[in-house]
């Protein structure tokens, strides 16, 4: 029988934006459209797994206001970076990677193609190198040397299991190993997206975000996640606003900072 866990999605920043850049040919409605930057920890009573590692003050740029590192806002539900021995990497962009450092007793989940990605040619293009940052590239590099990588090949569609229960998926699309988290939990398969939808308008529309790699692999991975996820309901995006709104605080304290994703949305 499966393990279930429960999930925490742990918010640390956020920055204004507007519609039209959020998606591919704009939008004709140039109204305000915020993005929220979370962490997730997964875990139940045997173990504790990061999704990501967010972003430090370095990278408090282009309008990003920090709230508090991620690693500050996981010991408000209790979890301390040291205790924390697998983090899911879903891709090298700066704010999913840029706090690594504050984990330093963790393994780190990357897909092969994300690490093909980030050292080969396409980084000689401003367009594709912009997310990233040398510093933190360097850093994964030096991790698989010190053996702290574990490196996952999701070609085909092939799922690998971090633990049971817990499952990496290839999906590309917004970087070339891009990858989503699946996770059983007591409602049944959670998918987190991460930026393989920024925003539930995005899988839900099937309409793309415009720092892409590929965009027919894009589109692709919305029907993936659908396929992934018990119900559309399960697919909880990587940067929308909303999902603070729709899940359930884990206290009054918290409401706006920490929800609990295993548990139903609100009505």
Known sequence: MLPTYEIYCVKYAERPGRRPAHFVGGDPHDAPMPMDYYVWLVRNNERMVLVDT??????AINGRV????????????????????????THLHNDHVGTFYDFP???FHLQDKEMQYVTGHHMCDHIFRRP??????????????QNRVVFHDGANGNASEVAPGIS????????????????????????LASDA????????????????????????GFATLRKLADTP?????????????????????????VAR?????KQ
């Open 54 to 59: 967010g972003f430090d003050a370095a990278m």
């Open 66 to 89: 920090l709230l508090r590192k991620p690693v500050e806002g996981l010991a408000l539900i209790g979890a301390k970076g040291a205790q924390i021995k697998d983090v899911i990497i």
């Open 105 to 107: 007793n963790a393994r």
């Open 132 to 145: 990233y940052e040398i510093d933190h590239v360097e850093g994964m590099i030096r991790l698989v040397y």
């Open 168 to 191: 990496v998926h290839h999906i590309g699309g917004h970087t070339m190993g891009l990858q989503s988290v699946r996770v059983h939990t007591q409602r049944g398969w959670v998918v």
């Open 197 to 220: 939808s920024h925003y539930y308008e995005h899988f839900e529309n099937d309409r793309c975000f415009p720092l892409v790699y590929h965009l027919g692999e894009m589109l692709e």
């Open 233 to 257: 309901q399960h697919i909880v995006p990587g940067h929308d606003p909303l999902v603070l709104q729709r899940y359930p605080a884990v206290s009054p304290e918290l409401a706006g900072i």
């Open 261 to 265: 994703l295993d548990l139903p949305p």
